[in-house]
Nanobody, 127 residues
């Protein structure tokens, strides 16, 4: 069991940058893979990026490649999503999610693979 708390959302202009943070509290932190998802109004929750808890492996949605970077700081039990050059279509609620794994590997974009979710943080990309 882990508790996830997202932060860092807000209003950002296209071409700007924003860094989201997902802080995890619980036991066996290094047994949880972490993913970021976004959900726009009226749309399904979409995969953004994922990282193995060790930080050694990452996975990105194609539309995020080169713009977003997922990273982690083990000392702070925190996973970050650096958003560079966000687009208006990136607007939505961004969630971090965790899944306990018996071995350390990166997950691949399916929301149903994650059983623990944060409350989400709103990101609005607008001029």
């Amino acid at each position: 069991q882990v508790q996830l708390v997202e932060s860092g959302g807000g209003l950002v202009q296209p071409g700007g940058s924003l860094r989201l943070a997902c802080a995890a509290e619980g036991r066996n932190f290094n047994h949880y893979a972490i993913g970021w998802f976004r959900q726009a109004p009226g749309k399904e929750r979409e995969f953004v990026a994922a990282v193995s808890w060790s930080g050694g492996l990452t996975n990105y949605a194609d539309s995020m490649k080169g713009r977003f970077t997922i990273s982690r700081d083990n000392s702070k039990n925190t996973v970050y999503l650096q958003m560079n050059e966000p687009l208006p279509e990136d607007t939505g609620v961004f969630y971090c999610a965790a899944e306990y794994l018996v071995s350390d590997y990166v997950l691949h974009g399916r929301p149903d693979e994650y059983h623990y979710w944060g409350q989400g943080t709103q990101v609005t990309v607008s001029s």
